[in-house]
Structures are given as structure tokens and as C-alpha cells.
């Protein structure tokens, strides 16, 4: 059923709710801690996979992890761009305390302090072995990365013990996999690895230079070294020994994600599985061309749903699937032109990458931070549960604390709410409220949504980024902005006029989060 397709939605949900809880077994049935493993979307909105609705894109995979599990109609995202949303999620911060914390370059240096108590870091005081496979996009190093010797510090250093990544994103330079400390792969002493991003280095073709050999044009900004056909942003010289292979890169990070739960079968551990669909450029491996109805992007869907089935038949071979939490979300909401002319509109046809909301990625509108977000632990979750309970992303870390019994150190985590009850289904109690972050910060508590100004909060990054009808927002006027979510889910009536003391209420309490970290504000001590 797509219960988002109704009009009586909010009815529908309290009411399922309220079954679902009446029916409910206790929710926490198993006394071991779960391994954990979160396979973290790159771009995919809620309409993009079946059980939430999508009709164009089969999604099988992703479909039975929800049926396995509990489904979340009101998960969140902490920001509409990707740097922002890992770093609340691996920090229990929200990414907005940190300036840094903005979509990075490929040659950005590291992010997270060294040393931090992250929540790798947290999971491994309780015997967790941790690691994390695909997009990083938190930076590396210190500026000025040597990509041809020791790259640190990094994933090692926030708590991580394995790493496999793509350092940035699939569009960015370097097109490379950076294995613990090096570059896996380098094999010419004589070709070195060097990366910019202020100006051209070496001699290589670009989409401005050799517009032939593109798969399919780019803006400017993605006009850099070619790599594969497709021009990335920034510009790299040399180490082609090690430059990825765009369709391979989903069974490289399947396969690495294999080889580390058949060693850890004996666990604890914990998987940060993130892969790099449906981002740009999106490039299928040709196994899944033309599987989905929606073109390029959707294929690419089909791809990451394949991903989602091979780790879940790897654990069921492993004997270790009831005692493994396997939770699917992303990073922010969908898009279509993101830089690469590969007509994501056009073949789009009727799809609705967010669903019954509005906006989509980089925005402060519902489409922008409301994920999918399933999760299934047949030892400790009942089946086929659908809740409600307002969740975001940064309550991971605080949430797996009470799961694996760790104390949060005093300061550390400071946006994040253990919402545990919430997660295996034996409670629909969630958030109060929640920040929402794009251009600016908009902030959602019950059924209201504040929105301070809306021309900024419905900015798109280019014209035809979202497509003629389904994730075209308009823009909106620079003027504060209430939504009734529970009668407007698609956030299209403005009743700011209408109450005032909301909106006054509202912009105070985003003031004081935004000047105090929300777990004080809210009384929070670490549980
Ligand atoms: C933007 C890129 C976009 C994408 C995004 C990061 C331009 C014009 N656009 O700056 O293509 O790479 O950064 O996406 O450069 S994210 O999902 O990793 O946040
Ligand atoms: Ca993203």
C-alpha cells in the first residue's frame, strides 16, 4: 500500500500506528547487542523506492529489508547536501555548529577532529570492530594531501579500524579508492597522483578540451579531467594505474562489504556502507541498463537495490542475518540535472523521486531532508511495523549508545536523542521537533513547518535540476513560510498569516537551538 498517495494520510498513520504499537511484541527481544550495518544512500529520495511508493523503479531488495523490519515515514535527514548530513550522523552534531561542515572539494582536509568521540569510536569501546566501505566526503588529511604517499589523518583516526573509500564523490576528483592510508592501486612510481582544484594540472583531456570523448555533456563546473568519458570537477594528473572504473564501483564496494562480515561473522561489528548512488554521473554497470522505467537514474536505483540483496544474502549465508541491524537510508533528497546532461528529465516520464513531498536535494522543503529509512533486525524488531515517530539521522549515535550500553561523555553528541524505543518499534514516540538544513535552516515540530524565508529555502542549483513537474518547487518568496504537514504534505499552503504565535514560537525555538545544543535545551543527560 502506498499509505503517502491518500489524502486522510495523518489519519492513516496514527491509525496504523496505534494498531501496530496495540499489536506489537516488546520490541527489544534480543539481550546481544546487533552488529550494525547502515547502507547509506547517495541522493535517493522517498519516492524512488517501492514500498514508499515509487511505481517506476522496482525495488525488491529494499522492499523485503521493509517488510523485515520497521519503516519510517517521518525520518530526516539532517541536511539537503551530503558533507553536512555524515558529519551530524557520525557526530550526533548538527552539521550547521560547524562551518566547515559544507559539500567539500576532493582535496578538502579532514573534518572530524582526530581523537573524537564518534560513533565508530563509541561502538568500538564496546568491542565493535568498524569499518567503513565507499563514499567518504568528510575530507582527508590536513591540505595538501600527497595522494602517492601516507593519506591521513582520516576514517583510521575518528574511530573507523578499516576503511575503503571514494574519497569525495563520484563526480570529483580524485577518481581513485583510498585503502586505510594509501591509494589502492598506484603501481607507476613514474605517473604520480597529483589533484587540484584552483586551476588545470598536467595535460590530460578535458570536457572543455575533448567534448568527443564524453559519454554526455557536463555543465561547466563538471568540465574538468576526463575519467571513463565523463569530465569530473577539478582537474587530476597521473597514478592512472589506480583510476576507478564507474560501473564496477557498486560490486567493488559490494564485494569489500562481503569479505569484512564473513570475517567479523563472529562479531560485534559495525559497516557504514555507503555507496554513491544515484549521484552524478550515473553510470550503471551494464547488468542493470534499462531495468528501471525512468532512465540513467533509475537503473542506478536498481543498481544500489541489488547492493541492498547481496548484503543480505551474505549474512543470511553467514548465519548472522536475525542478529544484524541492517538500516537503509540517505543522505538527501533526489534530483535529476545535478551537471551531466544525460536527459534525467526527460526520462523521467511521471516519476516522483520525492514522493508526495516537496523539493528535493538542497532544499529546506520536506523533499530535501525526509529519507527512507527502514530498519530490520529479526532478533530485536517485529515485521512489517510503519511508524510515524518524528527520527533524524544525528539521534544514531545517541540511539546506539543506549542499544550497545555506552554513556555518552558529557558535550559529546550534543543534537542527539536516544530515540531507541523508536527504532525497535516498541514505541512511536519520537522527536519533539527537528532542524532541517539547506541554504538555510527551517525547523518542523508536530504537524508545523517554519520556514524563515522561502526564496532562499526553494533555491535550486540550476534551472533544470528538478525537472518540470515532479520535484519543481517555483520559487518561493523571500517571506517566512508556515505548512500544516498533517492537510498539507506538500508544504503548498502558506498560513504563516494565519498564526502568528506558531511562527513566532517556531522562529524562537530554531533561534535557541541554533545557540544551544539541543540535547541541554532539551534536559537530555547521557543515558
Ligand atoms: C555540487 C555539485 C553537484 C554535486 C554536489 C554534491 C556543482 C555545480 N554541483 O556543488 O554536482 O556534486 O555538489 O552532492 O558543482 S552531495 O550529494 O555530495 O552533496
Ligand atoms: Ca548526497
Given at each position: 500500500m502506498n499509505i503517502f498517495c491518500k489524502s486522510t494520510l495523518p489519519s492513516i498513520i496514527i491509525t496504523l500506528s496505534i494498531l501496530i504499537i496495540a499489536c506489537?511484541?516488546?520490541?527489544?527481544?534480543?539481550?546481544t547487542p546487533p552488529n550494525i550495518i547502515i547502507i547509506y544512500a547517495d541522493d535517493?529520495?522517498?519516492?524512488?523506492?517501492g514500498v514508499y511508493?515509487?511505481?517506476?523503479?522496482?525495488t525488491p531488495h529494499i522492499d523485503q529489508l521493509a517488510a523485515d523490519g520497521i519503516r519510517f515515514?517521518?525520518?530526516?535527514?539532517?541536511?539537503?547536501?551530503c558533507t553536512p548530513s555524515r558529519y551530524s550522523l557520525l557526530t550526533?552534531?548538527?552539521?550547521?555548529?560547524?562551518?566547515?561542515?559544507?559539500?567539500?572539494?576532493?582535496?578538502?582536509?579532514?573534518l572530524i577532529e582526530p581523537g573524537s568521540f564518534t560513533m565508530p569510536e563509541m561502538l568500538r569501546r564496546a568491542g565493535y570492530r568498524t569499518s567503513v566501505v565507499g563514499k567518504w566526503h568528510l575530507g582527508l588529511g590536513?591540505?595538501?594531501?600527497?595522494?602517492n604517499g601516507k593519506i591521513g589523518p582520516g576514517p583510521l583516526e575518528v574511530g573507523f579500524d578499516e576503511s575503503f573509500l571514494l574519497?569525495?564523490?563520484?563526480?570529483?576528483?580524485?577518481t581513485v579508492y583510498v585503502k586505510g592510508h594509501y591509494v589502492e592501486g598506484?603501481?607507476?612510481?613514474?605517473d604520480p597522483l597529483r589533484v587540484r582544484y584552483s586551476e588545470q594540472i598536467g595535460n590530460l583531456p578535458t570536457g572543455h578540451s575533448h567534448?568527443?570523448?564524453?559519454?554526455y555533456p557536463a555543465d561547466n563546473q563538471h568540465s574538468g579531467t576526463i575519467v571513463g568519458g565523463v569530465s569530473r570537477i577539478g582537474w587530476q594528473d597521473g597514478g592512472q594505474s589506480a583510476w576507478w572504473d564507474d560501473e564496477q564501483m557498486a560490486f567493488e564496494f559490494t564485494e569489500r562489504s562481503q569479505e569484512f562480515i564473513e570475517r567479523q561473522k563472529d562479531g560485534p561489528f559495525f559497516l557504514f556502507l555507503s555507496m554513491h548512488e544515484p549521484?552524478?554521473?550515473?553510470?550503471?554497470?551494464p547488468q542493470f541498463v534499462?531495468?528501471?522505467?525512468?532512465?540513467l537514474r533509475g537503473d542506478v536505483i536498481v543498481e544500489l537495490d541489488w547492493v541492498v540483496g547481496q548484503i543480505v544474502k551474505t549474512l543470511e549465508e553467514q548465519g548472522i542475518r536475525d542478529e544484524t541491524l541492517v538500516i537503509f537510508t540517505s543522505d538527501n533528497g533526489p534530483v535529476f540535472?545535478?551537471?551531466?546532461?544525460?536527459?534525467s528529465v526527460e526520462t523521467a516520464?511521471?516519476?516522483?523521486?520525492?514522493g508526495p513531498f516537496r523539493g528535493g536535494k538542497y532544499?529546506?522543503?520536506e523533499g530535501g531532508t525526509r529519507m527512507p529509512f527502514i530498519a530490520s533486525w529479526p532478533a530485536g524488531i517485529d515485521r512489517g511495523l510503519i511508524f510515524d515517530g518524528i527520527f533524524s539521522q544525528v539521534d544514531l549515535m545517541a540511539t546506539f549508545a543506549s542499544l550497545v550500553d555506552v554513556d555518552l561523555p558529557d558535550?559529546?553528541?550534543?543534537?542527539?536523542?536516544?530515540?531507541l524505543p523508536l527504532l525497535l518499534g516498541s514505541?512511536?514516540?519520537?522527536?519533539?521537533f527537528v532542524v532541517q538544513q539547506g541554504a538555510e535552516l527551517a525547523i518542523r515540530k508536530g504537524k508545523w513547518k517554519y520556514i524563515p524565508d522561502g526564496q532562499v529555502a526553494s533555491r535550486?542549483?540550476?534551472?533544470?535540476?528538478?525537472?518540470?513537474?515532479?520535484?519543481s518547487t517555483g520559487e518561493l518568496d523571500p517571506i517566512p513560510y508556515l505548512f500544516n504537514l498533517d492537510q498539507d504534505i506538500g508544504e503548498t499552503t502558506n498560513v504563516a498569516e494565519d498564526y502568528p504565535e506558531i511562527v513566532n514560537e517556531l522562529a524562537e525555538l530554531l533561534e535557541q537551538i541554533r545557540n544551544q545544543p539541543e540535547r541541554s535545551l532539551l534536559n537530555l543527560t547521557s543515558e
Open positions: 506489537s511484541k516488546s520490541g527489544f527481544e534480543s539481550e535517493v529520495g522517498v519516492g524512488d523506492i511508493g515509487s511505481e517506476l523503479i522496482p515515514t517521518s525520518a530526516y535527514a539532517t541536511a539537503a547536501t550526533g552534531e548538527y552539521a550547521f555548529r560547524n562551518e566547515r561542515a559544507q559539500i567539500l572539494t576532493g582535496e578538502a582536509p579532514l590536513e591540505g595538501d594531501v600527497d595522494w574519497p569525495a564523490t563520484n563526480d570529483r576528483v580524485p598506484l603501481s607507476d612510481d613514474d567534448p568527443e570523448l564524453l559519454r549521484h552524478v554521473p550515473r553510470i550503471p554497470h534499462g531495468e528501471s522505467q525512468t532512465g540535472f545535478d551537471g551531466y546532461y544525460e536527459d516520464g511521471e516519476h516522483r523521486p520525492s532544499q529546506t522543503l558535550g559529546e553528541a550534543p543534537d542527539s536523542q536516544s530515540l514505541s512511536d514516540h519520537g522527536r519533539e535550486a542549483q540550476h534551472k533544470h535540476s528538478m525537472g518540470p513537474t515532479s520535484l
